[in-house]
């Protein structure tokens, strides 16, 4: 059982164009279409408890993620050892976890 943390972002477009979601630091890009939720996820294998340490992506405590935005994009700092993108329902947008290997294991199992 995985015992570190997880952390969810919800990221909706209610604009009317394409809104291109990048996340860093691993520069992956997916297009977020009008009315369309994207749940961008990230994990720590810290435990509770951990402090500060918890997100090795910032220097500053409990910052799992960090937005930039822009007109028409935005960008998204995981601050955790790896990410994952899913829609509302959890269905998984990529395949794989990117990251040097997530603490969680496969999240779908
Ligand atoms: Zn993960």
Same mark, same amino acid.
Request: proline share 4%.
């Given at each position: 059982m995985f015992t570190g943390r997880t952390a969810r972002l919800v990221v909706s477009n209610e604009g009317e164009k394409p809104? =291109?979601? %990048?996340? =860093?630091?691993? #520069? &992956?890009t997916h297009r977020v279409l009008p009315k369309e939720t994207c749940v961008v996820v990230t994990h720590s294998p810290a435990e509770d408890g951990a402090g500060d &340490?918890? /997100? @090795?992506?910032t220097s500053h405590g409990d910052e799992p *993620?960090?937005? =930039?935005? !822009?007109?028409? +994009?935005? %960008?998204? /700092? #995981?601050n955790g050892? @790896? *990410?994952?993108?899913?829609? !509302? =329902?959890? %269905?998984?947008?990529?395949?794989? +976890?990117?990251? #040097?290997g997530c603490p969680a294991g496969d999240p779908a199992t």
């Open positions: 809104l =291109e979601l %990048t996340v =860093e630091p691993w #520069a &992956d &340490d918890a /997100w @090795c992506g *993620f960090e937005v =930039e935005h !822009r007109p028409d +994009a935005v %960008t998204i /700092w #995981a050892h @790896c *990410f994952h993108l899913s829609d !509302r =329902e959890g %269905t998984a947008i990529h395949a794989n +976890a990117y990251g #040097a």
